[in-house]
């Protein structure tokens, strides 16, 4: 697991100089450690600047410069002798952009998905274009125009390209030849030992840094109840949020498109044995009075690759009046689910996934948050009652189930019929999409046929729990139908 000192910085350089705006202490603890926040004081650029021009780093609502209008704080300068504002946008005369990685191919190679990843977020949203160059092993000596430059680097040199004595993640920042015409190119550096970060955070890293080669400032207040990408501090979020995008609309010449984004709150996430316990709500403004599906992903240990904690997904469809009273609105957008997770240290995000007006999912979804959680042994089973069907006196039910306790052991299933032990069934049948959602081995589904009484019959499965030595634990579950635990009805 790598050792996270790191500080996340953005500079402008202007004519060749380097101004760092921003920092963070770095801590020298763990990946799940969460950093001080430091922010320098504001550099005046004086005679490197055109006549009258001086560097200001701005927020919402700041006396320095008046951008209040574009909702979100970003990097701009100021005429001082004319008392004009002139926040500095990129120019339009380079409406595509080649982002140029640079650096050890290995290395440079780690975030190459996702730099695509981000690049993505902001294509589907903007009318810009990205293009990317690869010139590995090349080292960072010219800065054309239309380019920002991603080099990878030792953490000395990053540290000194940087302007800065301390260890640190990497930086960025944008630069202009001419102030009147605006931003023309930019440069990111990384430290080379930020390709072990976990994805998600090399991920929120490039967002961050690409966020300043375009021209966005630190922001560390709330906007519209979220963190933003460009807090200085905060490695929870991963995509661009509400905020940043209307900060890179306005760099940006107008080109983004500022979607309705879901808006939600996780109010806990707790772990327990075995399991954790998310609480929160979540509503999407396009269609607010539909319940949301919530995603639940784990990196487990803290990194890697981000697996899905339970299917069928969570839904936010519990009635929260407080929720609609504050919001004004109507529907049920409340969640509160228990899920399985093995035992160790991880890091887990919870996903809203947003809907446009006629409740199709638009792409817009929310990270709402993350968190890490240290999870103890013995762990409740966990599955899904997928169907069942009567024909006669001739029953069949299918799901899956698995217990994270023996994650390779197929679980016996308890079926009970009215209320009524009934028969016992092996979930022993290959399952493979259940295995690559939850990140698992071995055989766990179940489809079996067996004769019942004629009739309707009201249909219960149970998971019977195993521990870590296969032996039966007594933690036994309902298996879930949809989104919850519950029994299946027949007409016989």
């Not at 004519?15 to 005046?44: N, S």
Request: charged content about 15%; glycine content about 10%.
């Amino acid at each position: 697991m790598p050792v996270r000192n790191f500080l996340r910085v953005g500079f402008v350089a202007l004519f060749g100089l380097v101004v760092v705006l921003f920092g963070m202490v770095p801590t020298g603890e763990a990946v799940a450690a969460t950093p001080t926040t430091v922010r320098a004081e504001v550099i005046d650029l004086g005679p490197m600047l055109p006549p009258g021009f001086a560097v200001a780093s701005s927020v919402l609502g700041s006396a320095e410069i008046d951008c209040a209008v574009h909702e979100i704080g970003f990097i701009g300068f100021v005429d001082t002798a004319g008392g004009t504002n002139i926040c500095m946008k990129w120019s339009a005369q380079y409406p595509t952009i080649t982002l140029v990685l640079q650096g050890p191919a290995s290395i440079v190679a780690a975030f190459g998905p996702q730099l695509d990843a981000v690049i993505a977020e902001i294509s589907a949203v903007s009318t810009v274009n990205f293009v990317v160059a690869d010139r590995t092993g090349a080292e960072v000596n010219t800065l054309s125009l239309g380019e920002i430059t991603i080099e990878m680097a030792s953490e000395s040199l990053v540290s000194q390209q940087c302007g800065l004595t301390i260890v640190i993640a990497g930086c960025g920042g944008p630069s202009a030849e001419n102030a009147s015409e605006g931003w023309d190119r930019g440069v990111i550096l990384l430290s080379n030992p930020t390709a072990d970060y976990a994805p998600g955070d090399r991920k929120s890293l490039i967002a961050h840094e690409l966020g300043h080669a375009l021209g966005l400032a630190h922001f560390d207040d709330l906007f519209e109840g979220k963190l933003q990408i460009m807090h200085s501090s905060s490695w929870e979020v991963s995509s661009y949020e509400s905020g940043d995008l209307r900060g890179l609309n306005y760099m940006l010449g107008n080109a983004i498109v500022i979607p309705n984004f879901a808006i939600a709150n996780l109010e806990e996430l707790e772990p327990g044995p075995g399991e954790i316990r998310i609480h929160g709500w979540s509503f999407d403004p396009d269609l607010p009075s539909k319940d949301l599906v919530v995603h639940v992903y784990a990196f487990f240990d803290g990194e890697g690759d981000p697996v899905a904690l339970d299917t069928p997904v969570v839904r936010a469809a519990d009635f929260r009046p407080d929720v609609n009273r504050s919001l004004g609105i109507e529907g049920d957008h409340g969640f509160n689910r228990t899920l399985a997770i093995r035992p160790g240290n991880h890091r887990v995000c919870v996903y809203s996934l947003s809907v446009d007006a006629v409740g199709d999912l638009d792409g817009m979804n929310q990270l709402i948050g993350c968190r890490y959680v240290s999870v103890t042994d013995q762990a409740p089973p966990r599955g899904a009652f997928d169907q069942v069907a009567q024909t006669g006196t001739s029953m069949n039910v299918s799901g899956w189930a698995y217990d994270l306790d023996s994650e390779n052991q197929s679980l016996d299933i308890a079926v009970h019929l009215d209320g009524v032990p009934f028969i016992n069934i092996k979930a022993n049948q290959t399952r493979p999409d259940v295995n690559e959602i939850v990140g698992i081995s071995g055989d766990h589904g179940f489809n079996s046929t067996f004769t019942v009484p004629a009739g309707g019959h009201t249909v219960c499965l149970y998971a019977l729990g195993i521990d870590s030595s296969g032996v039966g634990d007594d933690e036994n579950v309902l298996l879930s139908v949809v989104d919850k635990p519950d029994c299946r009805i027949t007409a016989g």
